[in-house]
């Protein structure tokens, strides 16, 4: 079965809370409102093949595994549960919608080939929650686990839109300008 991941903006979903309650119109007459109202939003993702429509997330819907990631104005998941070391299956799901694969600029590698990588080491009191967190491919996790070396230490923050930035070693960078995650949608 497919596993659908339904982003939806907090706005839109304190805007549009009584279309899901309302029970005035048909299946048939709902599904055609909807269809022409909202068919071109993105608001499914799955991994491997991209951004759906309401009606592809609906049709996958029927018979799926399904998570919702509430995302902030910015398109950015609002926080998970924080606690343990270990990322759960919401965060990685919403660092999935987040990051769409390895967030390290001009990397292509899927979701599913990455480990998610605390910004500030859990060992050193960094928690797992999602403003620590980012998506990293097995290579460029490597790299952010080096200590310095002969290019020098990339490091990661989390900008004002509560998305990944990258920022480079004076060795590549000397003014060490930051760099936006790789957003595309991965395929």
Request: charged share 25%; glycine share 6%.
């Amino acid at each position: 079965r497919p596993h659908v991941n339904v982003h939806i903006n907090a706005r839109d979903l304190a805007e549009h809370r009584d279309c899901a309650a309302s029970s005035a119109a048909t299946d048939a007459d709902e599904e055609d409102s909807l269809d022409l109202d909202l068919s071109d939003l993105d608001v499914g993702h799955m991994p491997w093949l991209g951004p759906l429509s309401i009606s592809q997330t609906r049709l996958l819907g029927c018979d799926c595994f399904l998570s919702t990631v509430l995302l902030d104005d910015h398109g950015a998941p609002l926080d998970a549960k924080p606690g343990k070391r270990l990322v759960t299956a919401e965060q990685r799901v919403a660092l999935i919608a987040r990051d769409k694969g390895c967030a390290f600029p001009g990397c292509t590698c899927v979701p599913a080939w990455t480990d998610a990588h605390h910004i500030r080491h859990w060992a050193n009191g960094g928690p797992t929650v999602m403003n620590n967190l980012v998506l990293l491919c097995r290579s460029h996790h490597r790299l952010m686990h080096r200590k310095s070396g002969f290019v020098g230490k990339w490091e990661i923050r989390i900008g004002v839109d509560n998305k990944p930035w990258f920022i480079p070693p004076p060795s590549i960078d000397p003014q060490r300008h930051p760099r936006p995650a790789n957003i595309t949608f991965k395929t």
